[in-house]
Nanobody, 115 residues
Framework: VQLQASGGGLVQAGGSLRLSCAAS????????MGWYRQVLGNQRELVAR???????YYPDSVKDQFIISRDRAKSSLFLQMNSLKPEDTGVYFC??????????WGQGTLVTVSS
């Protein structure tokens, strides 16, 4: 199974983007699905996660700014990003973890926020 992230692009500060992540096949036993951001030279950081019970988590840096959602039937994941700031710039990766230890990553989609 492969994950395909899309929706990145160039946006002005204050704008919005919606990222999508689609799975090429069915993923069984999903535990968590999440979005991570990586800035050149830094480690990937978690920006949003949703559990199998639809409990969401956001770090303080993006709380009230990002909204994660998913389509259970299609194993798809979304990230609505609002009020974007230049510091939100980075490559965004989607991730799926399963109860049996599966760990899937998308190829990343670049988000650039201009000031």
């Amino acid at each position: 199974v492969q994950l395909q992230a899309s929706g990145g692009g160039l946006v002005q500060a204050g704008g919005s983007l919606r990222l999508s992540c689609a799975a090429s096949g069915s993923i069984f036993g999903i535990n968590h699905m999440g979005w991570y951001r990586q800035v050149l030279g830094n480690q990937r950081e978690l920006v949003a996660r949703i559990s199998s019970g639809d409990v969401t988590y956001y770090p303080d840096s993006v709380k009230d700014q990002f909204i994660i959602s998913r389509d259970r039937a299609k194993s798809s994941l979304f990230l609505q990003m609002n009020s974007l700031k230049p510091e939100d710039t980075g490559v965004y990766f989607c991730n799926v973890e399963t109860f049996l230890g599966g760990d899937y990553w998308g190829q990343g989609t670049l988000v650039t926020v201009s000031s």
